[in-house]
């Protein structure tokens, strides 16, 4: 009885989400059709919709989306990893913690907007500029929910450790990466989110691809559909891509062990 009333649940869960994007697009439709805005800056769905494809037809779409994610993988690749191997130092070296925490709050507090004079000085207008921005974005949720989690490992597991003798990495490998697991699958989660939301920032460059790109280039020939295409497209590949990441983290930790021998 309980699983049918939550599979029911589900569904009108399901619905409802789906109510209010409908209700948008009908507004949207609908203050057109009124001619309440001028369809030169507020696109009608259907126009808009058939841009996209055009866009996907033509190859242009496809081809700057590719630069795109290859710019959000290694712009994380760079900012998580760095992100990473601090939060595990900073989780277990309590000297460490104190001589790096106050000084990566402080860099968290600078707006990402507020970098970008610095890396066009230190870097130029390259394609490593770009990477190091999207690194940026990626490096603080990775550093803290590292830390979080390798800080917050029970001291019996360290007990155990020390009985059984383990060193290095067999240490960090068998007991604070497992432990840890949970905080440092969202740490990945939340950082790549980030990484595609700077994504746009970063393109800003003076870059010649990317789905940024495609924005930049619609606006600066008052083409306000394929600046709509693109935040549309950049809008749901962040939704695709942060809900394969839950169904990944979801994975992972259901069948994630604990050090004690008890399933996670």
Do not use: C
């Not at 990626?138 to 360290?158: D, L, R, W």
Request: no cysteine; net charge positive.
């Amino acid at each position: 009885m309980s699983l049918k009333f939550l599979q029911r649940f589900n569904v009108k869960d399901r619905l409802l989400g789906l109510i209010v994007p409908l209700f948008v697009l009908a507004l949207w439709q609908g203050a057109v059709s009124q001619h309440l805005f001028s369809e030169l800056l507020l696109v009608p769905p259907l126009t808009l919709w058939n841009t996209i494809i055009e866009l996907f037809r033509s190859g242009d779409l496809i081809s700057n989306i590719q630069v795109s994610l290859n710019r959000v993988f290694l712009g994380f690749l760079l900012g998580g990893s760095a992100g990473f191997i601090l939060g595990v130092g900073m989780g277990l070296s309590p000297v460490i913690n104190r001589a790096l925490g106050p000084l990566v709050k402080v860099l968290q507090q600078v707006p990402e907007l507020a970098w970008m004079p610095m890396i066009i000085l230190l870097f130029g207008i390259d394609e490593f500029a770009r990477i190091f921005f999207i690194a940026i974005g990626a490096f603080y949720p990775m550093i803290f929910n590292t830390y979080q989690g390798v800080s917050g490992v029970p001291e019996k597991y360290h007990e155990l450790a020390r009985v059984f003798d383990y060193k290095s990495f067999r240490y960090l490998s068998k007991v604070i990466i497992p432990s840890a697991l949970p905080s440092i699958i969202t740490g990945i989660r939340l950082s790549i989110g980030l990484s595609w939301m700077f994504l746009v920032g970063a393109e800003l460059f003076g870059t010649e691809s990317g789905v940024g790109f495609l924005m930049i280039m619609g606006r600066q020939m008052f083409q306000i559909d394929v600046v709509m295409a693109g935040l549309v497209v950049i809008g749901t590949l962040g939704l695709i891509i942060n809900t394969l990441l839950k169904k990944f983290e979801q994975f992972v930790l259901r069948g994630r062990v604990s050090f004690d021998g008890g399933a996670a």
